[in-house]
């Protein structure tokens, strides 16, 4: 009768490889054959958890299992389980449950090239550059590729300890049959060849430290803080692996005038007495030069005007730019300037403050 492997470990059918993992640490305890001493049960209970794992814990037997109900005719009954166990206790077994485990799951594979370190840099522009595309060039100090070999250090040849695998092999008796494990070739890294010849250039360090210029384009609309990504320009990796990014960190300048929200921008203008009561024309700056605005009779002191379009540029559209005005207040007249002012006064029907009357009684 075909055995319910997800029945005996207490998993449903959609169970992870890491529900898998602690399901057999729980069950491997508990049934162990030291913690249950002349308790045949439980060693049969043990043999069979490992038979469990041993199958879902595999891809492909898992998958055969599933669909067929069996995982290629494969059982571990009548595995002689002392052989394994013999001068191994309880300790030693579970001190090395991790090994024991990543058996199950298939050993480390040939050594992965380590992918080089990532650099970050920042970059300092104007609100006026932040409001349009803009290239800057980035010098960077870093270690890049070996032009001369390529990254490789020399010329390579490949290992005659591992044929070129890169990976050496390790037999291992478990309690469900003997596995094979794979480790990276010490001879030659786990990158499959050796060094016939060294670099004159790097000396098989296979990068050299250089100083470089780089273009990087700002897009329009860019933020304090930002940071841009450039694919491959980071330090190279070892052993002609690839390399890693460059990050700008863009900073803008604080502006002399201008203070910014999102796309849009603002400044203050100050405005005669006269232009806020009669009206005016006047020139206001942006951040592409210089354009008009319109100032209407009766103006109030801090009123903001609106200028659509004269903010930032982004993918997301173009700000507007914001203008308040301020009624500066003449520090001194001329005696003509006073006795104009003193005639406008007397033609004043109502002061400002006269609703405060109704206070006084």
Known sequence: MTKDYYDLLGLKKDASKEDIKKAYKKLAKKYHPDLNPNNKEAEHK?????????????????????????????????FDFSDFMRGRGAEDFFGGFEGIFESFFGGRGRAQRSRGADIAQEVEITLEEAAHDTTKTINVNKLDRCA????????????????????????????????????????????????????????????????????????????????????????????????????IVVKIKEHEIFTRKGNSIMLEVPISFTQAVLGDEIDVPTLNGKAELKIPPHTQNDTVFRMRGKGLNSRYGVGDQYVKVHIKVPEKLTKEQHELVKKLAQLEKEKPTSFLNKFFG
Do not use: W
């Open 46 to 78: 043990f043999k069979e958890i490992n038979e469990a794992v041993s199958v879902l814990a595999d891809d492909q037997k898992r998958q055969q299992y599933d669909q067929f109900g069996t995982a290629d005719g494969q059982s571990f009954e009548g």
């Open 148 to 247: 001369a070999c390529d990254g490789k250090g020399g010329d390579r040849e490949t290992c005659q300890n591992c044929k070129g695998s890169g990976m050496f092999m390790r037999t291992q008796r478990t309690p469900f049959g003997i596995f094979q494990t794979s480790s990276a070739c010490r001879e030659c890294g786990g990158s499959g060849s050796t060094l016939k010849k060294v670099c004159a250039k790097c000396h098989a360090e296979g990068r050299v430290r250089v100083r470089k210029d780089i273009d990087v384009t700002i897009p329009a609309g860019v933020e304090e803080g930002m940071q841009l990504r450039v694919r491959g320009e980071g330090i190279a990796g070892e052993n002609g692996a690839a390399s890693g990014d460059l990050y």
